[in-house]
């Protein structure tokens, strides 16, 4: 069969895997597509590359589709969100100075227990320098969602610097920052070379939080209907693919391969197997739904994710809340979602928006095609955020 | 061009950045500094207080210049991605040669675009510099390879090294194969077997 090439970016992180696994085993090319994985330096230039023309689709921080929606960062073309590529996924880490410190009082919570840690933080009552990978990145929405609701003076306590993943490692050994909040597998790398250790899991602030999207030129997408879904499609199967516990080691393995990560396929497995190491030889702690490519709808992108991301921006950033979390909501595109990936199965929630963080354990739903189980996606503040009522 | 531009070059390379440098230098008479350290970038922009900022399209430090899009305290100059409307699309031949660039607000497109222009052509030569580096490593790997290959066959088929050469050649060719790729073939047969 002809296949049709398409040129994608992504940035070397393990949150990938769904692109570089629709190209490597195939569901790309049994959509009739020959992807062109091009690995990015910078989100800027990934970003950059898609907005010009030299990639038609990108692996991308969920707000950043968004901040270009509601006009923040110069960049005036419209990009939308196809589905979510990949949920939760980061970690919070710490200097080794601020373990000891926050060690010695006896204020080194449970990796999972983000209500302690982020009072502990609260409590050294200085101002924190964190080192977050771009100023549109979940990274930021979370560190500025939990250390304000956590007591902490937020934005002035709160010294955010922009470093890129491949540099975190070395900043927080450097004294350059105090804390990190990065995608895997730079957490990891940090441990491994022991310049810090990892405090807190980000599916501990948000145990549902949309991390990566597949991102595209909104014109480009109305242009190509049939390319777009035939990528949709690919990188859906290749969630679901990854959806097995199984395959885990196979993923890391071609992870691990030089034109993709180029990193030990051990450090890969750790995010993948929800299995991680939070300091240099310490016991594996389980992280429940770690990094999430398909349960629970992850792939899904609902219109309250978006509209929750405009919200905190639009608070941040002093912009109009309502109406931001309107334009955010068109960003993320389910009804692309639906039209495409009801013919490969997908189970499709009846709703495109719900309450983010109404459910406390798996819920199950009626949808179409069957049910569909929802959830966790509990805030650790407990706080719902209603898309109808954004506050 | 009468009134100087202060030009922040952030480059690690030194040899990079002093090309740079001497093409700017040529398009009129600017205040240029290099910032070679990428921690500690955007404390560096707001001390050097640039007009323009030109970065490294594959430096992972852009995105800490690109940050500084959003910079609001008072006492900062926004900075924004140089973005041109006319047709010609300078940035996106900024980008396609490797170099993205930044200007404070305010600032008049005619008073960077020769320099830009000059950065572009700066950039497109360290790519045409990379391009012919690689292609020479590559020729030299192939050679390497076919001269293990010529000495495998000289060996095994007791010919001399120029008949070794034409039944590589004219296996490629029956084959409609590269000669690289068939001494490659050739070598790694050999080393299985071995």
């Known amino acids: 069969m002809r296949t049709l090439p398409l040129s994608v970016g992504f940035m070397p992180l393990v949150d990938a895997a769904p692109l570089i696994i629709a190209h490597e085993l195939g569901f790309a090319e049994e959509e009739g597509l020959a992807l062109n994985l091009q690995s990015a330096p910078s989100w800027s230039t990934l970003r950059d590359r898609l907005v010009l023309g030299q990639i038609e689709a990108a692996h991308m921080l969920a707000p950043v589709p968004v901040a270009m929606a509601l006009g923040l960062g110069g960049v005036p073309t419209q990009l939308d969100a196809l589905c979510v590529l990949s949920v939760n996924g980061n970690s919070i880490g710490i200097s080794n100075a601020l373990a000891s410190e926050l060690s010695a009082k006896g204020a080194l919570p449970d990796f999972m227990d983000a209500d302690a840690t982020g009072k502990a933080l609260a409590d050294l009552g200085r101002t924190l320098r964190v080192g977050v990978p771009f100023p549109f990145s979940m990274h930021a929405e979370l560190l500025h969602y939990w250390l304000a609701s956590s007591g902490l003076n937020a934005p002035e306590a709160l010294d955010m610097r922009i470093i890129p993943p491949p540099l975190m490692a070395q900043a927080i050994a450097d004294d350059e920052i105090d804390a990190f909040c990065v995608g895997e597998p730079w957490g990891s790398i940090t441990v491994e070379q022991g310049g810090g250790r990892l405090l807190l899991a980000g599916a501990a602030i948000w145990q549902f939080t949309p991390e990566k999207v597949l991102a595209v030129r909104r014109e480009w997408a109305q242009a190509e209907d049939d390319l777009t879904g035939r990528l949709m499609r690919a990188v859906w199967k290749a969630g679901r693919w990854l959806s097995d516990p199984s395959r885990r080691s196979t993923a890391s393995d071609i992870l691990a391969w030089p034109e993709y990560l180029d990193v030990s396929a051990e450090i890969l497995e750790r995010a993948l197997s929800g299995q991680m190491l939070t300091r240099p030889r310490g016991q594996h702690t389980t992280v429940p739904r770690m990094l999430e490519f398909f349960e629970g709808a992850a792939t899904f992108p609902w219109k309250s994710q978006a509209a929750w991301i405009g919200t905190r921006m639009a608070t941040r950033f002093g912009l109009d809340r309502a109406h931001s979390a309107a334009s955010a909501a068109t960003v993320f595109r389910t009804d692309l979602y639906r039209r495409h990936l009801a013919s490969v199965g997908a189970i499709m929630p009846a709703a495109s928006e719900k309450r983010e963080g109404a459910l406390q354990t798996p819920t199950s739903t009626a949808a179409d095609g069957g049910t569909l189980t929802l959830g966790p996606d509990r805030f650790f503040d407990g706080r719902i955020f209603d898309p109808a009522l954004p506050d | ?194």
């Not at chain 2, 290959?149 to 590589?168: F, P, S, V």
């Not at chain 2, 590269?178 to 001494?183: F, Q, T």
Request: net charge negative; glycine share 4%; aromatic share 2%.
């Open chain 2, 1 to 194: 061009m009468t009134a100087k531009l202060t030009i922040l070059i952030v480059e690690p390379d030194k040899p990079r950045a002093e090309a740079i440098i001497d093409s700017l230098a040529a398009t009129g008479d600017h205040q240029i500094r290099v910032l070679s350290e990428s921690t500690g970038l955007a404390r560096s922009v707001a001390e050097l207080n640039p007009d323009l900022v030109l970065v490294d399209v594959a430096n992972p430090s852009r995105d800490a210049i690109d940050a500084l899009t959003l910079a609001s305290s008072p006492l900062e100059r926004p900075v924004a991605m140089f973005v041109d409307r006319s047709d010609d699309g300078l940035t996106k031949a900024a980008i396609e040669a490797g170099v993205s660039a930044y200007v404070v607000d305010g600032m008049h497109p005619d008073r960077i675009k020769p320099v830009l222009d000059a950065a572009i052509a700066r950039f497109h030569m360290f790519a045409r510099m990379r391009n012919e580096l690689a292609a020479t490593k590559r020729a030299l790997e192939e050679r390497k390879i076919i001269d293990r290959a010529k000495g495998i066959l000289m060996r095994a088929r007791n010919l001399t090294e120029d008949e070794a050469y034409a039944l590589i050649r004219k296996t490629a060719m029956s084959q409609g194969k590269k000669i690289a790729d068939v001494a490659q073939a050739l070598v790694t047969a050999s080393e299985l077997l071995s």
